[in-house]
């Protein structure tokens, strides 16, 4: 199991570190897993299967 930092996470997907915390407050992100008081990290393949199962937006014209 690997485990990303908000960095390298914010880097896979190119959105920022607000994003992702306004998406786990909304139960529409995985939560991070506290490793310590001041250390989170998320578990790459949870953040990979939300990837893949994530609805593609369309854009209608």
């Known amino acids: 199991m690997k485990l990303i ?3 390298e ?3 896979k ?4 570190h ?3 915390y306004t998406q786990i407050k909304k139960g ?3 939560a991070p897993r506290k ?3 001041n250390m989170s990290r998320w ?6 299967e939300w990837i893949t199962n994530r609805p593609v ?5």
């Not at 578990?43 to 990979?48: F, L, N, Q």
């Open 5 to 7: 930092d908000i960095k």
């Open 9 to 11: 996470l914010q880097s």
């Open 13 to 16: 997907l190119g959105v920022s």
């Open 18 to 20: 607000n994003w992702i």
């Open 28 to 30: 529409d992100f995985p």
């Open 35 to 37: 490793l310590g008081a």
């Open 43 to 48: 578990v790459e393949s949870e953040i990979d």
């Open 57 to 61: 937006a369309s854009h209608a014209a």
